[in-house]
């Protein structure tokens, strides 16, 4: 169990009760939530004057049967990013525990830390840009999370499967494993492992292989503890309705979302064929994800000869090992022809 982790006044707390959760039965005059009855001056007589549902019941259930793990282990939030500070308030005490996290790594997991004023220990990646298990190991003694980003951004590469078991087994705090790309790798899910490590949390998005980041939702999966602890400190109303009744819809075509990962994943190899003969290409890293990471020969010069001509991609070169690196999202087909034409240019 994992209850010794949590945050003593997370415990005991209660939360704010709605008038939604008081009252969730069949009714046919609704004076209870001082909800506006007119509604609004939208087109088509769209009404969304009631406030949504706050535990997402009917979408949970659809999430439920597509992934195949029972309600009680899924927690819905606004994005991924929502989730991650909820897990900080949820296990560390500001100003005082720790958390570990492995550069280069996506930002808003220091970015949290830091705004819940909890201690980083940072454990680089190695310069495979693999774990480094035993550094984790040796230096998390009190620290109450260890995030770990697989398929990793922005490097695109996805952890081994034994390293991720390996601390979860032997971490003594909760491991969170953030599967944002999860839809375009080659490794399986970890959610797999839930039934047999209860200090692990996958974290999953709408905005990558689902096309829907405008809507801002996230799933976590995690003991019936921990989304018990979510439900509790989240914002009562922090997926509107509109995200709940159209992610609900696109559910219903996993057909259309296959094939778009699938194309999305011949484009990959078809750019990394295209990058790596191409004479500012010093390498291109394999990918597991929507994007590749791109050595050059200099990539500030590249950066801005590609925004010279309309095209924006992430320079990296800042974070740890990415020296020159450049991080290019994969685009349409022509979207893709038209950066390597120019980059063709540039060589
Ligand atoms: C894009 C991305 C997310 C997405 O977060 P949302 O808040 O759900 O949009 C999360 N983690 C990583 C690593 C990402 O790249």
């Not at 535990?55 to 994005?79: A, C, R, Y």
């Not at 005490?93 to 819940?116: H, K, M, R, W």
Request: proline residues 5%.
């Amino acid at each position: 169990m994992i209850e010794h982790l949590v945050r003593k006044n997370i415990l005991t707390l209660k939360p704010h009760v709605t008038a939604r959760d008081e009252f969730d039965g069949e009714a046919s005059v609704f004076l209870n939530a001082n909800e506006n009855p007119f509604g609004s001056p939208l087109p088509n007589g769209q009404l969304l004057n009631r406030y949504p549902d706050p535990f997402h019941t009917e979408l949970k259930h659809k999430i439920s049967s597509v992934k195949g793990l029972p309600t009680p282990n899924i927690f819905l939030s606004n994005g991924i990013n929502e989730a991650v500070d909820l897990l900080f308030r949820i296990f560390c005490e500001p100003a005082f525990d720790s958390c570990i996290i492995c550069p280069p790594t996506y930002g808003v997991y220091e970015a949290n830390a830091q705004l819940n004023n909890v201690a980083i220990i940072k454990i680089p990646l190695l310069p495979s840009f693999d774990l480094d298990v035993e550094a984790i190991l040796e230096n998390s003694a009190d620290a109450k999370l260890l995030f770990v980003c697989s398929p990793n951004n922005p490097t695109g590469n996805s952890f081994h499967k034994d390293d991720l078991e390996l601390l979860l087994e032997k971490f003594n705090g909760v491991v969170v494993v953030d599967e944002a790309f999860i839809n375009y790798s080659k490794q399986t899910s970890c959610v797999s492992l839930l039934p047999f490590f209860p200090n692990l949390i996958v974290l999953q998005t709408f905005s990558k292989a689902w096309g829907l980041a405008a809507l801002r939702v996230g799933i976590a999966f995690a003991s019936q503890m921990v989304i018990e602890l979510l439900d509790k400190v989240k914002q009562p109303f922090n997926i509107n309705a509109v995200s709940q009744s159209l992610i609900s819809e696109a559910i219903s075509n996993i057909a259309w979302v296959n094939e778009h990962i699938r194309k999305t994943v011949a484009l990959r190899m078809m750019m990394v064929e295209k990058l790596s003969v191409l004479k500012v290409v010093e390498k291109v890293y394999s990918s597991d994800a929507s994007f590749v990471l791109v050595k050059f020969t200099d990539a500030n010069i590249v950066y801005h000869k590609l925004l010279e001509h309309g095209i924006v991609v992430r320079n990296v070169s800042y974070m740890l090992h990415c020296e020159n690196c450049l991080r290019i999202t994969i685009g349409t087909e022509t979207e893709n022809e038209t950066l390597i034409r120019v980059l063709n240019q540039i060589s």
